[in-house]
């Protein structure tokens, strides 16, 4: 999953590099990585009737993780070191293997432009937590993104709209709490040694530790296949494995290291409309206007929660 971040929060040991304003080329990339997460969600959703949730999620960090370790190889990079990196190192795999079962067995219920908002609301709870955990200040302006962004998430839980039920509603809120855990598991980078060390070896961490967590689930609901998936299913699990996983989460986590913290995360307030409109033009999810106008006031909130004080 990606890592929003702020200026204030950003390691010492890339403080030069951050302050880097993103040319043309790097804008065009994170708009890349944007359309890619956006359209991650429809690609579970298309892999679905074939391929049970929690399977789909343990191959794609199965998958994931050899990308990484070959990428890590190319480049010269370590996986294996003692640098006391272990133990927040797990914790966040642990996360990250939780943030994907919301995801995972969420999307069964909810929709695939639904799920991008609310999966996409973190960063509302990145700045919260930074502000206590962090200590950092927002303004006026900031604290006023934060109640725009609660009020989007609010209106699109809460009002009636066409063929949402309280199965939809409780994948939201799946979703929901992904967003939450994704939150967390950025925080945990920011504070510890982790924001010191290679991308891929943050990663790994992430991957290897959900692996088994992801697949007790699917052990647990009790998830079989009993066909070979077809080419439709494979080539989204594929997409989802290799590309949004093993490709575009290092690339992120890369950029972040040579760019602005803040200009980057402004960017990925793109996601969540590339992934409504997926939804709508790839499944034919339906797109009210009263949705439409919590997706503005999520995306709204974020850009004034994101905006420097």
């Known amino acids: 999953m990606t890592t929003v971040q702020t200026n204030a929060a950003a390691p010492n040991t890339t403080a030069g590099a951050s302050a880097h304003a993103l040319g043309m080329g790097a804008a065009l990339v994170v708009t890349m990585l944007c359309l890619s997460w956006g359209f991650n969600q429809v690609a579970v959703k298309l892999a679905l009737p074939e391929l049970p949730p929690m399977l789909q999620a343990t191959i794609r960090s199965i998958g994931g993780a050899l990308v990484v370790a070959l990428a890590a190889r190319l480049r010269g990079v ?3 070191v003692r640098d ?15 943030e994907f079962v919301m995801i995972y067995r969420g999307l069964m219920w909810t929709t695939a432009s639904r799920a991008v908002v609310f999966l996409y609301a973190a960063p ?6 930074a502000r206590w955990l962090l200590k950092e200040r927002l303004t ?34 799946m979703l929901l ?3 939450v855990g994704w939150a967390g598991a950025t925080l945990a980078v920011k504070a510890t040694r982790l924001a010191r060390i290679a991308a891929e070896r943050t990663l790994a961490y992430q991957l290897v530790v959900s692996v088994p967590i992801l697949g007790l689930a699917s052990w647990a609901t009790g ?30 986590f890369q950029m972040v290291k040579t760019y602005s913290a803040s200009r980057l ?7 969540p ?11 034919g999810e339906p797109m009210t206007l009263v949705f439409a106008a919590a997706v503005a006031l999520v995306l709204a909130g974020l850009v004034l929660v994101n905006r420097p004080g």
Request: aromatic content about 12%; overall charge negative.
């Open 78 to 80: 370590p996986l294996f």
């Open 177 to 179: 709490v992904a967003g």
């Open 140 to 173: 006026n302006g900031q604290w006023g993104g934060l109640a725009l962004s609660f009020l989007g998430v609010v209106l699109a839980i809460g009002v009636p709209q066409p063929d949402v039920d309280a199965n939809v509603v409780l994948g939201d809120l």
């Open 223 to 252: 998830e079989s296949v009993t066909a070979m998936p077809g080419p439709l299913a494979l080539g989204s699990l594929a997409y989802q494995a290799l590309w949004v996983v093993g490709i575009t989460y290092l690339i992120w």
């Open 84 to 98: 006391g990196t272990l133990r927040v190192g797990l914790l966040i795999g642990v996360m990250f293997g939780f």
């Open 273 to 283: 409309l590339f992934g409504v409109i997926a939804g709508h033009v790839v499944l």
């Open 265 to 271: 995360s402004a960017f990925t307030f793109m996601t």
């Open 124 to 129: 509302f709870f990145v700045v919260v937590g």
